[in-house]
């Protein structure tokens, strides 16, 4: 089975490509969805994200996802640190995630594959890029946060160029037809080789 990974920046519209690859059959992992989950379950990374981030790191049990949030985003080290804690561990949920399906391919959706050198472990890359007002209009709408706050994610992320430099399939994610049309061809070009 082959292991496609996707990524892009943030408002790419990964999630919405890795929707239409679902749609076409294709089992979808989405890493941050999982990471969200074991941050909530795992009383290890809990008891790693308290010592990391203090008490405020959870509120009632519940994951404090605005504190982390600003803090990550003020603080590449702390960034560093806390996906030192937690991409081993969805690393390993994806395996045996991967044991599970039954396909000529699966996609692994992540943010940060070539940030965190997960990359390496995908027989292809694809990364979705849109224009970065495009990108903009897109998180300014979607969620209820800052240009300051976008802008500090987005400085924390990859270029789309360093990206597509090291993918084998770029979907340009601008019209919602046209990215139906990408996603076809490169789901029979991956249907073609494995």
Known sequence: MKIVGLTGGIGSG???VANMFHALGVPVYI???EAKKLMSSSKIIKRKLITLFGDDAYVNGILNKPFIAKTIFNDKACLEKMNAIIHPKVGIHFKKWVLKQQSSYVIKEAAILFENGSYKQCHYVITV???K???????LNRDNTSLEKIEAIMKNQWSDEEKTKLSNFVIINSELEKTKKQVAKI????????
């Open 31 to 33: 890493a941050d969805e």
């Open 187 to 194: 789901h029979k070009k991956i249907l073609e080789n494995v």
């Open 14 to 16: 990964k999630t919405t």
């Open 133 to 139: 007002e495009l990108k903009i209009k897109r998180l």
């Open 129 to 131: 890029t849109a224009p």
